[in-house]
Nanobody
Framework: QVQLVESRGGLVQAGGSLRLSCAAS????????MGWFRQAPGREREFVAA????????YYGDSVKGRFAISRDNAKNTVYLQMNGLQPEDTAVYYC????????????????WGQGTQVTVSS
């Protein structure tokens, strides 16, 4: 199994940038699809970004395309989410996830989840 721990989020001004990290242990992330999701109060968990393990193809939710980027460092067993041009609507708890299926955009295809980290964007 895989244990995932997100880095501390934070408070950032609108237009700013923040990088989240997700440190994995237990197994190598090199054979897992990795994803980022977020959830705001009263909202369903929303797909943010994903990377397939074999091809390293990346995928993004419509609301973050062109602003966010997912990357991975297999040597460090860590996945990153670079967030640029942050806006108040990006405020949410962000979760990293690992899965072995073919899907990437729905929470149910992921097997392991981090505890979540709060990102708050002020206007």
């Amino acid at each position: 199994q895989v244990q995932l721990v997100e880095s501390r989020g934070g408070l950032v001004q609108a237009g700013g940038s923040l990088r989240l990290s997700c440190a994995a242990s237990g197994r190598s992330i090199s054979t897992y699809n990795m994803g980022w999701f977020r959830q705001a109060p009263g909202r369903e968990r929303e797909f943010v970004a994903a990377m397939r393990w074999r091809t390293t193809n990346t995928y993004y939710g419509d609301s973050v395309k062109g602003r966010f980027a997912i990357s991975r460092d297999n040597a460090k067993n860590t996945v990153y989410l670079q967030m640029n041009g942050l806006q108040p609507e990006d405020t949410a708890v962000y979760y990293c996830a690992a899965g072995s299926g073919d899907g990437y955009g729905r929470p149910r295809v992921y097997d392991y989840w981090g505890q979540g980290t709060q990102v708050t964007v002020s206007s």
